[in-house]
Each structure stands twice: as C-alpha cells, then as structure tokens.
C-alpha cells in the first residue's frame, strides 16, 4: 500500500508540474485557479509567467521528495484560500447563478487539489518541525474530506447533464449513456465510502484506477486532436484527472494514517 500512495503522489506531482507547463506557454492562468480571469487580478503576463514557475516547482519537489511536506501545506494552504476569498465571494456577489451546481465544478476542482496536497503533506513528517507543520499535519482527514465532496458532486453532475457528459465518452465505445451513469454512480459512491469509512482502501485504489483509465482513453486524445486555442485547457483537464487518480491512490496508501 506504501508503494500505491508513492505512486499517486508522483501522480499528483506531475500533473502539478504539468498545469504549470501551458500556464507559461499560452500565458493564461489555469481554468480552475480564480472564478474568471479578470476578477480581483489582471491577467498580467509577467503574473502567469511566476505562477506557472510555481506549478512547476511545486510539482517537482513532490515527485523528487524535495521538503514535500511543507510545499504541500503551503500549495493546500494557498488553494484553499483561493478558495475561500474568492471563489466563494463571486459566487454569491457576482454570479447570479450560484444554485446551479454546475457552476461549482471549477471551484471543487480546486478544493479538490487543496484536499490532495493535505493528504500528501500528511504522509511526512519534518525532522524540525514548527507549531504550523505540526497544526496543519492533523488535516489529512480533512483533506480527504476535502477531495471527497467534489467528487461527490461531479457525480450528481453526470446525472444532471448526462447529455453533455455523455459527449466526453470516445466514439469507440458503445453505450454513452450507460457509462455515464456508471461513471457518476462510481464517483458518487467513492466520495461517501471515504467520508463515512466503508472499505475506503478498496474504493479509493478503484476510484484512482477508473480516473487513470480516463486520463488515458478520454483526456489525452482530446488534448491530441484538440484546435490550438483550446489545447491549454484541454491540457489543464487531462492533469487534473492524472492529479485526481494520483489523490485516490495517496489516500488508498495512507488508510491507517487517515482513519
């Protein structure tokens, strides 16, 4: 199990690197990052340029064990911030549709990554460590429970759009509709099987086995045939789901340190 956390942490690691890769190239902050664009920041060039710097390093001092555990509660820490101050503010000051849960997804993705980086910062410990490491160390629980939601609400969202959902299934494989709703019945019942402890180990190692899956048939194909202009955030997505099977297998690892 040791090793499958390992190995999800490497995950997450590179997908981290990875959104940084585009956030310099195509000079625009990640999709998921702030609500939009222009809110409360300018999409300044030099700004993406350090941003995605960060992403960069930040990805590689988790893959290479470089003082993972402090970069991880800093890189959660900022996430769920973002979060907090402004997700959550231009929801409900400026977005008039803040009910629909589709307009959530981007802000859970984020949480999501926050949820993961706490999870990963909890598998190390500091041979010095501080009143912060130690108080932010005792959040791995709330880390999963953190991944845990958004993962439960992308599910609800695959019964809620299953059209649209069932557009992201390849042509080559039959049935849409019926793997749309495997699919959201799968992540909604992962999301509560780590949230109330039923067979958590099982479900996270087969809910990071079936996001990996997408990754390769359903993420990187898109990216590949994607138009130029669409091929950052086709990029961003593809990570993202490579992140979110690396949380799942972290999670899978580290069941006794959780629960």
């Not at 040791?2 to 956030?23: C, M, N, Q, V």
């Not at 993972?68 to 907090?84: A, N």
């Not at 984020?110 to 490491?133: M, P, Q, R, W, Y």
């Amino acid at each position: 199990m040791e090793k499958l956390s390992d190995t999800g942490r490497i995950f997450y690691g590179i997908a981290i690197a990875g959104i940084g890769f585009p956030t310099i190239y195509y000079k625009v902050f990640p999709y998921i990052l702030f609500p939009t664009q222009d809110f409360m920041i300018s999409n300044h060039v030099i700004l993406t340029y350090i941003l995605g710097t960060l992403f960069i390093l930040v990805g590689v001092c988790i893959v290479l064990e470089k003082k993972t555990r402090p970069v991880s509660l800093l890189f959660g820490t900022v996430l769920l911030l973002i979060f907090c101050f402004f997700y959550i503010p231009y929801q409900f000051m400026v977005n008039s549709n803040y009910m629909h849960l589709a307009e959530w997804e981007n802000a859970e993705k984020e949480l999501a990554l926050a949820g993961g980086a706490f999870v990963i910062a909890g598998c190390f410990s500091e041979k010095n460590e501080n009143l912060f490491t130690r108080f932010w160390g005792k959040f791995m629980r709330v880390g999963a429970i953190m991944f845990s939601i958004p993962i439960i609400s992308f599910g609800i969202l695959h019964f809620l759009l299953t059209k649209e959902a069932s557009t992201l299934v390849p042509s080559w494989i039959p049935g849409p509709i019926f793997w749309t709703y495997f699919a959201g019945a799968a992540l909604m019942g992962s999301g509560f099987a780590i949230i109330f402890k039923i067979k958590p180990g099982l479900i996270t190692t087969l809910l990071g086995t079936m996001i990996f899956i997408w990754f390769i048939i359903l993420h990187i194909p898109r990216v590949i045939v994607s138009p130029v202009a669409d091929r950052g955030d086709e990029v961003t997505s593809a990570f993202l789901a490579l992140a979110f099977s690396g949380i799942s297998f972290v999670i899978a690892g580290a069941i006794k340190k959780i629960f």
